[in-house]
């Protein structure tokens, strides 16, 4: 293997695939990536045997060859070094890397030894805007379980129907689910759990410069593809059944206030500075307006022995007056989620799930369990 390539390339691409090194392992070979030189690229990918990430640069290819180099290291030594050209040769086991009037001589395992990267042939196969997969990701993403007591909840339930994508993931005490629209429809209505890991990382992928995502699954290896213009991402699926969430969301309510994110957002920021320090409670109190006063829902928070805060912010209240108290945390990680400037916080009883949903668009619901607290 001999080739050339630009020192901010190379480290581009070790960025990109760096996410999917195991970071603990019993097979050495995954703390690796796999350098390989092909026609006028050099291909670079990692795997935690979960999931696969590979991506091409340019680069001028004298000698194809391939190898696999500790991924740590060679991603320090290349970030450190000026930008510039980078020639790269391969004795036996040895990479040599030069630039400029610095060297290295790193040793590496056979690339015969790295885990084959999966071909995810047959199944269905669409496409996706950018704009539209990030969004999606970023409004369920946070809802996952991270713990693995019930695997399935660590995952993104995944179902694509005729030409349309949607998103779901709970984790016990919220649930978010994101509806959106495919560029081709696909033929056979299809469901999978992706791991929220995953799709996390993706998100970090996608960038201005891509337009469309193409999507395939193949569910008889249990396996989903993600390929951009000059990365691809596989995937192993989660196996198991995920919960009918569609009972979860309350089909009515009995008051609904109307309420500015913005303002929204610095209340509920200003209750954790005292919630995170008393069980991460926030109690909210939802008033209705008269005839020429707005409605209004005021916030507090309490720690005990520390102090606690009252807060007051403007809301168009529609039904009842009304107490409920969420974790603050649960509350800030959706309202940072949404990107319109209102939404609607709907809720029965202060024992019922409250549900949040963005104003003027209907592709997003957010539902929170409320906390159990003394009035």
């Known amino acids: 293997m001999k080739l050339s390539c630009l020192q901010e390339n190379l480290s581009r691409g070790l ?70 050209r980078i020639d790269m040769s391969l004795s036996q086991r040895t990479l040599e890397l030069k630039c400029s009037r610095f060297e290295a001589r790193i040793s590496g395992i056979g690339a015969e030894d790295f885990p084959p990267i999966p071909k995810v042939g047959d199944g269905i196969t669409t496409k ?23 695997p399935v909840l ?16 709970a984790d016990g005490f919220r649930l978010a689910v994101h509806k959106t629209s495919l560029l081709s429809p696909v033929t056979d209505k299809t469901d999978i759990i992706i791991p929220a890991r995953t799709l996390g990382e993706l998100n970090r992928l996608l960038t201005d410069q891509e337009e469309t995502v193409e999507i395939s699954i193949n569910q008889s290896k249990n396996q989903a593809l993600f390929r951009l213009k000059q990365i691809e991402l596989v995937t192993q699926l989660i196996q198991g059944t995920f919960p009918n969430y569609s009972q979860l969301i309350p089909q009515s309510y009995a008051t609904r206030a109307v ?44 720690a005990e022995e520390i102090g606690d805060n009252v807060g007051e912010i403007d809301a ?32 029965t009883t202060a024992s019922s799930p409250g549900v949040i949903r963005p104003v003027g668009v209907d592709n997003y619901t957010h539902v929170i369990m409320p906390m159990f607290v003394q009035w």
């Open 154 to 169: 660590t995952g993104i339930h995944t179902e694509f129907e005729e030409d349309r994508l949607t998103l779901a993931a």
């Open 128 to 150: 996706i805007e950018v704009d539209a997969l990030k969004e999606g990701i970023s409004q369920v993403v946070f809802a996952a379980a991270t713990e693995e007591s019930r």
């Open 259 to 302: 309420i500015s994110i913005a303002d929204f957002l610095r209340a509920t920021k200003m209750s954790s500075i005292f919630a995170r320090d008393g069980s991460g409670i926030v109690r909210l109190v939802i008033t209705p307006g008269a005839e020429l006063t707005p409605g209004k829902i005021t916030f507090s928070a309490r």
């Open 15 to 84: 960025s990109i695939v760096g996410r999917a090194v195991a970071a603990r392992t019993t097979l050495p070979v995954t703390q690796n990536v796999l350098l390989a030189a092909e026609q006028s690229q050099l291909k670079l990918a990692a795997t935690n045997l979960e999931m696969a990430i590979s991506c091409w640069t340019g680069a001028k290819v004298e000698e194809e060859g391939a190898i696999t180099i500790p991924a740590r290291l060679l991603t320090e030594f290349v970030n450190s070094l000026p930008n510039d």
């Open 316 to 347: 168009m209240v529609d039904g009842e007056p009304a107490k409920i108290a969420f974790n603050v945390k649960y509350l800030s990680d959706v309202l940072a989620a949404i990107h319109q400037s209102q939404v609607a916080l709907e809720t």
